[in-house]
């Protein structure tokens, strides 16, 4: 079996066992960035880099749907394009909040939970980068934080 019929047979699994699909991905992460943009503490984050939104949510639907699916649709390194953001634990856990908000309200179950387990990983790990980035090395269980004026505390 090849490589890529091995990763179709994987997706088709995945698809299978959740009922995700391209479709919902889009569903999900248009619903997920109306709320971003619309968010006191993340929407200034998102305004000061993204101007035109349609390649950023294209860009998010091949990540997710590699994510989540294995589909191999996303090419990128998310670390480079996160280590500069000026956001901490508190970002992560608004980020996480509306995330899993708009998958319980898009998705299936199975899905929602798939979706949320992998967001839960993908906000641990960007956190844990952008401290490291910042010369913070967290001890597990410890959240990365910035004083009121972006200072690492």
């Not at 305004?47 to 590699?66: G, K, Q, V, Y």
């Not at 199975?110 to 980035?133: C, K, M, V, W, Y």
Request: proline share 5%.
């Amino acid at each position: 079996m090849s490589g890529a019929e091995r990763r179709e047979q994987i997706t088709a699994g995945i698809m299978e066992r959740t009922g995700i699909t391209e479709a919902m991905i889009e569903q999900l992460v248009r619903g997920f960035y109306a709320k971003v943009r619309r968010d006191a503490a993340l929407a200034p984050v998102f305004e000061a880099r993204i101007a035109d939104w349609e390649p950023h949510l294209a860009r998010m639907c091949a990540f997710w749907s590699s994510v989540a699916l294995m589909s191999g649709r996303y090419h990128g390194t998310p670390m480079a394009k996160h280590a500069p953001l000026p956001v901490d634990a508190g970002h992560f856990d608004r980020w996480l909040e509306l995330f899993e908000e708009t998958a319980g309200e898009i998705c299936p179950p199975a899905a929602a939970t798939h979706f949320i387990e992998l967001a839960r990983r993908i906000a641990a790990s960007l956190e844990l980068g952008i401290a490291g980035g910042q010369g913070v090395m967290l001890a597990p269980g410890e959240r990365f934080r910035r004083n009121e004026a972006g200072a690492v505390q």
